[in-house]
């Protein structure tokens, strides 16, 4: 029977490959394309089913608070359920299985399907709270980070096994099936409350974020066209296969001989606490005094300045730069690309390094006992941004396409990812589930009005079928531009105001 250590470790890479087959909402965009062909509906139409995806988090409150009364397992096969039932029924349309799906009954199954993700992200979010109390925020950067593989890792699949003009009909079938597959492997290591050593795990983390960056850098050289070409398809599943299977085989190996000296130091470690001596302990405890550590539950927080700044700034920044990603393919019809899967693709890559970001500087700066602001990495990761936007309606090139996609790929990815921290950080984590599904309803707020809004302004430029030109999404991008600029002073504002109830805490203490 494995070791508590490594039953912790083998946890966290089980979130690790719930995660990467959990963003299947951000493949939309390659197949929305053909989708609209075959469905015939129009861009607002087209617009509204990327919203309906998100439009299940406005639901995703339910997730947080069932955790409270089920196990985290039948919670993660309810999230897999929802995606096989939303996705799964769409597909058996396509495929004339099912003879009629009217439009409204396709836009509740995308929701559905949205809503899944929910249940599962919020498994993974316990887990790596739970079973990394000390070390909570890099476990979960790193566990969120390969959500931003996902498209990549879809677009690899399909690309290896099925037809391009299968495409709309391979993504469904994926999107149905992949995530109750990952569920049936990941569901007998999942565990929580498996706190060991938490002192001596800078080693093993390192190793992972190898490990992580490598799967990471095969991403992005398989989504540059002239690397991309070198290899076949099936070449990079293989590729990628293997990079996401070598944490669950090296990690427990590691943390198994690494145990009785983590053991030890953890027993050294909680009698120097308890005598109330010790560098480490009062290093720790030093760091703790500048965090918020107010337990705040669901109505009290609903009434916090800090929880409306928190709301817009993630609906300003993130969720901006994911109504752009959802747009990518008729972006790149629009600029005259006849592939978006490539687009998709680095915006993907792109993604994960961002989601990866805030934890590796967790990691540099937990060794030397300091803990950052999340609201302050999230203001600085809101500036590039805007000018992103602003490059996309000055210069029509590829290379400022493919620039402004990674740079808004990498930005929302890592606000995504520091969100999670933010809300403990702000908010407490004795509350956290219902917490954090109530902040991402701002997610189909602005996918649903920023979307709607791209859908019209497109159709008014080209008709309701297509528009071809750079003018078909200037006006905007000039919006989004405006908005994140918003979002940035708000995030700004909220991380002045916390940093001051922190030093207010800091001097009472």
């Not at 069932?66 to 309810?78: M, Q």
Request: net charge positive; aromatic share 12%.
């Amino acid at each position: 029977m494995p070791s508590p250590s490594s039953l912790q470790w083998l946890s966290l890479v089980a979130t690790i490959w719930l995660q990467t087959i959990n963003g299947a909402n951000t493949d939309f965009p390659v197949y929305s394309s053909q989708l609209k062909q075959l469905l015939s509906i129009s861009q607002v139409q087209l617009n509204n089913l990327a919203f309906a995806s998100d439009a299940g988090k406005l639901f995703s409150w339910l997730a947080g608070f069932a955790v409270t009364y089920l196990p985290l397992r039948l919670i993660l096969f309810i999230g897999a359920a929802f995606s096989l039932i939303g996705y799964g029924l769409q597909y058996l349309f396509l495929t004339q299985k099912i003879t009629h799906l009217s439009y409204w009954q396709v836009f509740l199954l995308t929701a559905l399907s949205g809503n899944g993700i929910c249940w599962i992200n919020t498994v993974c979010y316990l887990i790596c709270i739970r079973n990394f109390s000390s070390y909570s925020r890099i476990a979960v950067g790193i566990s969120t980070s390969y959500v931003g593989l996902s498209a990549k890792v879809y677009s690899d699949i399909a690309d290896a096994i099925f037809h391009p003009e299968n495409k709309a009909k391979a993504y469904l079938l994926l999107n149905a099936v992949c995530p109750l597959l990952v569920a049936v492997v990941t569901s007998p290591v999942i565990r929580e409350d498996l706190n060991t050593g938490e002192e001596e795990k800078h080693g093993a983390f390192m190793v992972m974020f190898v490990l992580t960056i490598a799967t990471g850098t095969c991403s992005v050289l398989g989504s540059i066209g002239p690397v991309s070409s070198w290899f076949g398809s099936r070449e990079l599943v293989i590729s990628m296969a293997f990079l996401l299977i070598s944490p669950a085989l090296i990690i427990p190996v590691y943390a198994m001989f690494k145990g009785k000296s983590w053991d030890k130091v953890s027993k050294v470690y909680e009698l120097s606490v308890e005598e109330g001596g010790g560098g480490g302990g009062e290093g720790r405890k030093e760091v703790l005094k500048g965090e918020m550590k107010e337990e705040v539950g669901f109505k009290v927080m609903m009434r916090k300045l800090e929880f409306w700044l928190y709301f817009f700034t993630y609906m300003f920044g993130a969720t901006v730069g994911m109504v752009f990603l959802n747009n990518l393919g008729q972006i790149a019809e629009s600029r005259g690309l006849s592939n978006a899967t490539s687009l998709v693709s680095l915006a993907s890559s792109f993604g994960f390094f961002g989601r990866l970001m805030p934890s590796l500087m967790e990691y540099h700066l937990s060794k030397k006992r300091y803990t950052d602001s999340s609201p302050g990495i999230m203001a600085t990761m809101m500036v590039p941004m805007v000018p992103a936007f602003f490059f996309l309606l000055l210069n029509s090139s590829n290379l400022i396409l493919y620039t402004s996609t990674a740079v808004i790929g990498a930005c929302s990815g890592s606000i995504t990812s520091i969100a999670v921290s933010a809300t403990t950080e702000l908010f407490g984590t004795k509350n956290f589930a219902i917490n954090h599904n109530i902040i991402i309803t701002n997610i189909p707020i602005a996918s649903f009005l920023f979307g709607y809004l791209a859908g019209l302004l497109y159709q008014r430029q080209g008709g309701s079928n297509s528009c071809i030109g750079t003018d078909c999404y200037n006006k905007t991008f000039i919006i989004w531009g405006c908005v994140s600029s918003l979002g940035t002073l708000l995030c700004t504002v909220l991380f002045i105001r916390t940093r001051r109830v922190c030093n207010k805490e800091t001097d009472m203490l």
